[in-house]
């Protein structure tokens, strides 16, 4: 079964550092570029980071960049998502996604795992 | 950076109507927009994908349509289980989603 598992989240004062982390199984890995996307309570999807199948190529969204950091180990079959000084805003849903561009299905992310939260709080 | 606009941000709509969402983007981005439906407490799952490619089991009651900057997410008959949030996604920005509620 292609799945993806997140783990990681958890409550972190602001400030704080929390890494992320995503396990692939059922698919080949290291073929496939790899997202993170949160949810913010109650609001909708935004877009965090991306890295291409062979971590070559990161793109972050400007809510995250210089304080987050994407990497992947395509032999533990794990995407990771390093977040450093946190803050309350950060707080949300953490989902992994990939990027179906292998199967023809362009930028579209067609597997998601379950997400994990993380709040960020005093 | 690409900015997606949905419309509308809320639709009332009964079992068995035809239901029509819209998405914008702030410029070009050809047929790469995918369309996401999210229930509460689950991840999203993807429902359309190249702007008119309808993804591996999905009821073909869902359907998309557009290219450039303008592209709809139709349903052709609701069904109670479609009552659910709805996103678009351009090149890596999702839009503020549509919620599709029972009226």
């Known amino acids: 079964e292609v799945q993806l598992v997140e783990s990681g989240g958890g409550l972190v004062q602001p400030g704080g550092s929390l890494r992320l982390s995503c396990a692939a199984s059922?698919?080949?890995?290291?073929?496939?570029?790899m997202n993170w996307v949160r949810q913010a309570p109650g609001k909708g999807l935004e877009w965090v980071s991306y890295?291409?199948?062979?971590?070559?190529?990161?793109y972050y969204a400007d809510s995250v960049k210089g304080r987050f950091t994407i990497s992947r180990d395509n032999a533990k079959n794990s995407l990771y998502l390093q977040m450093n000084s946190l803050r309350a805003e950060d707080t949300a849903v953490y989902y992994c996604?990939?990027?179906?561009?292998?199967?023809?299905?362009?930028?579209?992310?067609?597997?998601w795992g379950q997400g994990t939260m993380v709040t960020v709080s005093s | 950076d690409i900015q997606m606009t949905q419309s509308p941000s809320t639709l009332s709509a009964s079992v068995g109507d035809r239901v029509t969402i819209t998405c914008r983007a702030s410029?070009?981005?050809?047929?790469?927009l995918a369309w996401y439906q999210q229930k509460p407490g689950k991840a999203p799952k993807l429902l359309i994908y190249?702007?008119?490619s309808l993804e591996s089991g999905v009821p073909s009651r869902f359907s998309g349509s557009g290219s450039g900057t303008e592209f709809t997410l139709t349903i052709s008959s609701l069904q109670p289980d479609d009552f659910a949030t709805y996103y678009c996604?351009?090149?890596?920005?999702f839009g503020g989603g549509t919620k599709v509620e029972i009226k």
């Open positions: 410029q070009s981005i050809s047929s790469w």
């Open positions: 190249k702007a008119s």
């Open positions: 059922g698919f080949t890995f290291s073929s496939y570029e």
């Open positions: 890295i291409s199948s062979s971590g070559s190529t990161i």
């Open positions: 996604a990939r990027e179906g561009g292998t199967n023809g299905r362009g930028d579209a992310f067609d597997i």
């Open positions: 996604q351009g090149t890596l920005t």
